[in-house]
């Protein structure tokens, strides 16, 4: 750093460039994201991210930020020739960090395992320019730790290995030496030491393997292997690994199509078959994945299908996976909502029924050239904790905040006060009734309300198996509309639980209870 400068920033003669935080995303749900990580993100003003990188991650990010997604540039998973398109991914970030922006680099799992990060980082290096590496949970400790199984065990297992199931054919020697390996997993063929196996993959010559070594490991995990799980296993038994010792795969970890499959050396390439077992999985393989009988947390637990959008706000007995419904955008005309906001002192109160009516109406303000002051002398009413925290953030704090969260419990609350003639302002989405105005019609006040975003159903929801849920929570009526309309009625035995009275009759109107 060089004195004077701020934080994140060279000087480079008079040029200032930003610098490049190389983050790990986790294994793919969004709480699993390191603290660190999610607030770089946060901050973040281009975000170039894998294809893997969940979408409610990138919710998270600031919707003026720049996104980048690395298929456009050309990158495709297990390619080997990709030498072409991992420079564009560097000269990118190269590019975009001169013209003084903070720029993430997205990576799933750890930032550091098996993700090319070398290349990017020689790139910035060339260049002088700043960057941070930021860790991430990766994707073997992930589907270990969420399938009850511990990668090492005093009894079975002193050590683990991490293999790459897709190799570079072109890479010629390692640049670790064999002699000094615990095994030699890593070498490569040389004048000094002759091949042991070659593995053949995608039709080329890939690296050289000392299979006996492996096979003598305690615990093996392979990435990206499921492919090549045939050609693997089958060296391996050649190399003496006994053909019962336990292999697990895990599809999706942490994510909603999240399948744990076990069984032995073999007959686990059987098993992956007829279970349609597709990237991206990790294959893990020693003893130590007889645990996942009996400490596979997942099975044991009380399994809850949520698909509202702030599922992190409820504290739930058992296991959640989250499956929002619903995507949150803005208007494409915002004349309406402006023309309230800048007369908006004739109104007594402003109602927020959601944390995204606070969002958007404070944002249509800073775009007005306005700020919080505008709202002197009103008053402000808030459905719900989240919306009320979501004030907070704005420096309002909420007059009325209902013990209840719903219009019900609003409406209930504002009978004990004199509204009769004052003026509500209900900011809303574009596809809420005008049940909430008729309420506040009957207690003789006068409601105006006008839409401040949209709200949509969910692109490429993925297919599920609802017979692996015990229970599925919905938080709107909408919720409710569009999972029918893409996965039709739970089977029977799934509990369905509502928040809401709203949400309950539309759940009772498709037949939806229990």
């Known amino acids: 750093m060089v004195p004077g400068t701020s934080a994140g920033h060279h000087l480079r003669g008079f040029e200032m ?37 969940d979408d409610q991650i990138l919710d998270g990010i600031s919707r003026d930020a720049e996104l980048i997604c690395c298929d456009k540039l050309g990158k495709k998973r297990y390619s080997d020739g990709f030498s072409e398109s991992q420079n564009r991914i560097n000269k990118l970030l190269v590019k975009k960090a001169k013209q003084g922006r903070k720029v993430v680099r997205l990576k799933n799992g750890d930032a550091s395992i098996f993700s090319r990060i070398s290349q990017e980082l020689e790139a910035l290096s060339k260049e002088n320019i700043e960057f941070e590496i930021v860790p991430g ?18 009894r079975f297992s002193s050590s683990c290995i991490f293999v790459t199931g897709h190799e570079n054919p072109l890479k010629q020697k390692s640049l670790i030496d064999p002699s000094t390996s615990c095994f030699d997993f890593a070498q490569h063929h040389s004048k000094h030491r002759e091949p042991v196996e070659r593995l053949r993959v995608n039709g080329e010559r890939s690296r050289t393997i000392d299979w006996k070594g492996l096979s003598k490991s305690g615990t093996i995990v392979l990435y990206m292997a499921v492919e090549n799980l045939g050609d693997i296993i089958r060296e391996l038994l050649k190399a003496g690994k006994h053909e019962n010792t336990p292999v697990a795969i895990a599809q999706d970890a942490s994510m909603l199509t999240q399948k744990v499959l076990t069984g032995t050396l073999k007959d686990i390439t059987g098993k992956a078959k007829r279970e349609k077992i597709r990237p991206p999985a990790i294959i893990i393989i020693g003893e130590v994945v007889s645990f996942e009988k009996q400490f596979n947390w997942l099975r044991k637990n009380k399994r809850i299908l949520f698909t509202g959008l702030s599922g992190e706000r409820f504290f739930i007995k058992g296991t959640y ?13 915002y004349s309406e909502l402006d023309s309230y906001i800048r007369g ?41 904790n989240c919306t009320s925290e979501r004030l907070l953030g704005f420096t309002i704090s909420a007059d009325l905040v209902p013990k ?8 209930d609350e504002f ?46 929801l993925p297919d599920l198996d609802l017979n692996f849920f015990n229970e599925i929570m919905f938080t709107s009526p909408s919720g409710v509309r569009n999972f029918v309309a893409r996965y039709g009625k739970p089977p029977e035995k799934v509990k369905i639980t509502c928040i809401g009275d709203v949400t309950k009759k539309e759940a009772e109107k498709w037949n939806l209870s229990g």
């Not at 949970?137 to 005093?154: K, M, V």
């Not at 303000?365 to 009413?381: F, P």
Request: glycine letters at 8%; one cysteine or more; aromatic letters at 10%.
């Open 17 to 53: 460039t930003g610098k490049v935080y190389l983050v790990g995303a986790g294994p793919g749900r969004r709480d699993l994201i390191t603290v660190r990580g999610s607030n770089i993100l946060r901050q973040a003003d281009t975000v170039i991210y894998d294809y893997l990188v």
């Open 137 to 154: 949970i990766t994707a073997a400790s992930a589907s270990a730790c969420l399938s009850g199984i511990p990668l090492t065990d005093r």
């Open 321 to 333: 996976f989250h499956l929002p419904l619903i995507r949150i955008k803005p208007l494409k005309d």
């Open 344 to 384: 908006i002192k004739v109104f007594d109160w402003i109602v927020f029924s959601s944390r995204f009516g606070v969002e958007y109406f404070f944002k249509r303000l800073k775009e007005l050239g306005l700020d919080a002051r505008i709202l002197n002398n009103i008053k402000i009413a808030a459905i719900g």
């Open 404 to 411: 209840k969260e719903s219009s019900k419990g609003l409406i």
């Open 415 to 460: 009978r004990n006060l004199d509204i009769k003639g004052r003026k509500i302002f209900l900011p809303r989405s574009d596809i809420s009734d005008k049940g909430l105005e008729k309420d506040f019609e009957k207690l003789g006040a006068r409601p105006t309300s006008s839409f401040a975003y949209r709200n949509v159903m969910a692109e490429d």
